[in-house]
């Protein structure tokens, strides 16, 4: 017998920024890309997702010491990143609370209208500027100068492809956060 589109059940359906539409049940845990019927590849976060997905750990813990948040998520993550792309992004990505689904897995789940390694230099560039704005808090021209420097040296699609071939995302911070 067939279950009905209700929200939550397995006929759960997520519209997705291009138009289309995707089961909820189809979107996995090890998910990193959905290969859409549009014809283009959408990436799919989760909030088990580690940050690390996007960089390095030591940076995820300086994160995580450096920033305060005002909800109930806890410590910096994936919440938090995926939530500054929403914000910049509103009409490129779709997100849904899965909280009431425990089927999936999966708590929350984003779908973007580009695909990961887009989104990956996307969340990047995103903390850089988390970064710059930190630094210039700080109250110190030369760590300012010395970001700034740094930064125009940086090149985000170069990081990424590095990090992308580097990483190994079956390592131990490659687990549920």
């Known amino acids: 017998m067939a279950e009905p589109r ?3 059940g397995k006929g759960a359906r997520l519209d997705l920024p291009c138009g289309e539409s995707v089961a909820v049940h189809e979107l996995d845990m090890g998910m990193r890309e959905y290969d859409c019927d549009c014809g283009e590849s959408h990436a799919v976060v989760m909030d088990i997702h580690p940050p690390s997905r996007f960089v390095p750990e030591f940076l995820v813990d300086i994160l995580r010491e450096t920033v305060e948040t005002t909800d109930d998520a806890g410590e910096f993550g994936t919440l938090h990143i995926m939530g500054v792309v929403l914000e910049e992004f509103p009409s490129e990505v779709v997100a849904e609370d899965m909280v009431e689904n425990p089927e999936v897995g999966y708590g929350m789940v984003w779908v973007t209208d580009f695909d990961s390694r887009r989104l ?13 704005h930190a630094v210039s808090h700080a109250e110190d021209e030369d760590a300012m100068s010395k970001f700034e420097a740094d930064m125009l040296n940086f090149d985000v699609a170069e990081f990424v492809d590095q990090y992308r071939k580097e990483r190994d995302f079956t390592g131990p911070h490659d687990r549920p956060a």
């Open 6 to 8: 209700v929200p939550g």
């Open 120 to 132: 990956h230099e996307i969340v990047v560039e995103l903390i850089v500027e988390l970064m710059e």
